[in-house]
């Protein structure tokens, strides 16, 4: 089992940069496949990125695509979101998740196919 623990948000301006992080303690990070997903007020939460268990694939929202990248340290057992551009529309608790097992390129996206969360980090946006 692994725990997963968001940090780095906070409250920004619009055309702002912002990097998340995701530490992960219990298991070795590079055993889980990982993805960034968000929740906005009053909405479902939504696939945002995902990164494969070497980090050499990863997979964006076509929202965040160009502004959002995807990165992981396994050495540091730690997932990054940097996040440039920021735009009001970014305003949500961004959550890590992991997922173990074969996962395909498809499954990314799937909030059901993760097995750990994190509790959240908020970021808001301001115009």
């Known amino acids: 089992q692994v725990q997963l623990v968001e940090s780095g948000g906070g409250l920004v301006q619009a055309g702002d940069s912002l990097r998340l992080s995701c530490a992960a303690s219990g298991r070795t990070l590079s055993s889980y496949a990982m993805g960034w997903f968000r929740q906005a007020p009053g909405k479902e939460r939504n696939f945002v990125a995902g990164i494969s268990r070497s980090g050499g694939s990863t997979y964006y929202a076509d929202s965040v695509k160009g502004r959002f990248t995807i990165s992981r340290d396994n050495a540091k057992n730690t997932v990054y979101l940097q996040m440039n551009n920021l735009e009001p529309e970014d305003t949500a608790i961004y959550y890590c998740?992991?997922?173990?097992?074969?996962?395909?390129?498809?499954?990314?996206?799937?909030?059901?196919?993760?097995?750990?969360w994190g509790q959240g980090t908020q970021l808001t946006v301001s115009s």
């Open positions: 998740a992991a997922a173990s097992g074969f996962f395909l390129s498809l499954d990314y996206a799937s909030e059901g196919k993760y097995h750990y």
